[in-house]
Nanobody, 121 residues
């Protein structure tokens, strides 16, 4: 079984920082794009940032200049450094991984269970 386990969420004051981490475990052959999405109460899930295997990054306009995504291909991990947090960043954050399981030729997107980030004003 493939699992994505997130950590690092919590409560922070506006202007503060948090670092989210996500580790992929299980029988994994290849991991392509990894990323972070978020979903605030009453809103649709939205993309925050993605990073390709080669390191190409894309960010939502709302987080550019404040958030930084990074990955470690050897460890199958993806991190999200969040600085200058604002109350509107409050949401459940989910990591994703587009991968092939060992022995499979098909690609699937896996999701973590989500971690709560709450920013107080």
């Amino acid at each position: 079984q493939v699992q994505l386990v997130e950590s690092g969420g919590g409560l922070v004051q506006a202007g503060g920082s948090l670092r989210l981490s996500c580790a992929v475990s299980g029988s994994v052959s290849t991991i392509n794009t990894m990323g972070w999405y978020r979903q605030a109460p009453g809103k649709q899930r939205e993309l925050v940032a993605v990073i390709s295997r080669s390191g190409d990054m894309n960010y939502a306009e709302s987080v550019k200049g404040r958030f930084t995504i990074s990955r470690d291909n050897a460890k199958n991990t993806v991190d999200l450094q969040m600085n200058s947090l604002a109350p509107e960043d409050t949401a459940v954050y989910y990591c994703t991984s587009d991968l092939r399981k060992g022995g499979s030729i098909s690609w699937f997107r896996y999701w973590g269970q989500g971690t709560q980030v709450t920013v107080s004003s």
